[in-house]
């Protein structure tokens, strides 16, 4: 304290007391920001993996720590795991907007500043999407002395996303200085154009069942805007190799991971079911025996005829719910002391997947012309007709797999020719829809989205999953409808939790629907 009052005396205090290693607002350069938020917003990696992945049976896995989403139950870590999107959310958003309030106003970054609200809205969609009512308007007011925001409704937040879309989209200038440092588009005004107005229409969207008439307004001015026209629009970061920032992908290096994640069943039938081009780009058979089966520098058998996917809910506990004990199981390869359990049931290709500079997707042409084709179904006013949009979907979504590797380049020919075979069900409404929600949850699994595979099945219905019932879970046997709030929510800010809590039906659980899930 001595010293304190001694060093406050002198007229140099500010001088004195800034740290000369840390730049100031003054020489700061905004767009670092963006290339750290785009980065924390889809390393997802564990976030998604041990919920939607597996609870999506997209992904189906014995190994332990997967139960929380293969079969609904609580194990070690579950509550960091259910409220790590909470975390991303705000880590994320921060970012942005301390970026948002260095170029507001300021003309040389006009197409940063309005960027941010671009990739803001995004962030807050997939935090609201997880959780439902999350704290938004108040966010990230420390500096005014907010430290305990309040938790907006869903709806209200979803009003305000649309606006800021509306209103920072059109703002985009393609003759002022670009961002540096993008890591989706280079900077290309361009594309973030079609990224904004393919956001608008996936919010739109999500709100069919809630306020279709809103959302019938809101799909149409994204349309009218210009969306996705091709897969070169498709949202995506290249990985850092070096600094492992590939995360989802860098999950399937654990050797656990690696060594019993496996396609769900329900993923690779319905894929054999249409002798689907995708089946032998995505997945591949280990090569016989333990030692085979743990290495992840040998490629396996991605012949489509090999593959077997791996059923969710089951273990190798050696009890009644032990995968080697169900009718159906293929049999263990290798011999002896060399023997893999789950040998012959098809694993992500290690040339697709397992590669620390992995293409993470964010956003891509084929989700967006699903979701044209379903406005059409319902009788938009959008361009084009559903089939055509559904067509351009399935060729979109097959060939956008050679952004992940070449080696699983689905050939335009190939994917125009099933798409050709396979044209959309338009018997009825209800067809055409189920139709195109299971090839949104394809095209999403195969792309290592999980949490937009499982906000779109939540939404939609579709496809049809039958829950697993395996014993100790917590969810009475249902499929996760929300992840559970950050678990400090309700000691740190907690009268704005419990009121958040309090419009949730039947509470902060598992199995409780946001606004837009009913």
Known sequence: MALWLTTSC??????????????????????????????????VGYDAMLYQSTAMQVLASTVGYYGNGDKYVNT????????????????????????IRLTAGKDQYVNLYNIGRIMQALNFQRGTDVYGDIPYSQAFSAKTGITT???????????????????????????????????????????????????????????????????????????????????????????????????IYNVYQVSDDFRELRWSKTFIDMLKTTSDPRLSAIAEVPQAGAANNASQTLVGNNAASVQ???????????????????????????????????????????????????????????ETELLLAEAKVRGWNVSGTAADHYKNALIGAMTSLSQLDATATIATETATAFATAHP?????????????NTEYWKTTGSMFNFIETWNNWRRSGYPTLTPVNYPGNVTNATIPRRMIYLSTENVTNAANYASAVTTLTGGDLLTSRVWWDK
Request: net charge negative; charged share 20%.
């Open 424 to 436: 959309l069900d338009v018997s009825s409404t209800d067809a055409s829809l189920k139709a195109i």
């Open 10 to 43: 002198t007229g140099d205090f500010d001088q004195i007391n800034t740290d000369p290693t840390k730049a100031s607002e003054a020489v700061w350069d905004p767009n670092y920001f963006l290339p750290q938020a785009q980065n924390r917003y889809i390393n």
């Open 76 to 99: 070690s870590g579950s509550t960091g795991y259910q409220g790590a999107i909470f975390n991303r959310t705000y880590e994320t958003g921060a970012d942005l907007a301390e970026m």
């Open 308 to 366: 077997v996917g791996l059923p969710n809910g089951f273990d190798l506990n050696g009890g009644a719910t032990d995968i080697r004990q169900q009718a159906g199981y293929p049999g263990a390869t290798g011999s002896g002391t060399d023997i893999a359990p789950l040998g012959n049931y098809s694993r992500p290709r290690i040339s697709v997947y397992l590669k620390r500079a992995g293409t993470l997707m964010v956003l891509t042409y084929p």
């Open 149 to 247: 925001p309040k938790y907006d409704t869903q709806q209200s937040i979803y009003m305000s996303l649309l606006t800021e879309l509306e209103q920072a989209t059109a703002a985009l200038d393609a003759s002022k200085a670009k961002p540096t440092g993008d890591l989706f588009y280079g900077g290309d005004i361009t594309k973030w154009k079609k990224f904004g107005y393919s956001v608008m229409l996936r919010i739109a969207m999500r709100m069919t069942k809630v306020d279709p008439t809103t959302a019938k307004t809101w799909a149409e001015k994204a349309a009218a805007g210009g969306v996705f026209t091709s897969i070169d629009d498709n949202a995506k970061e290249i990985a850092d190799a070096n600094n492992a920032t590939s995360a």
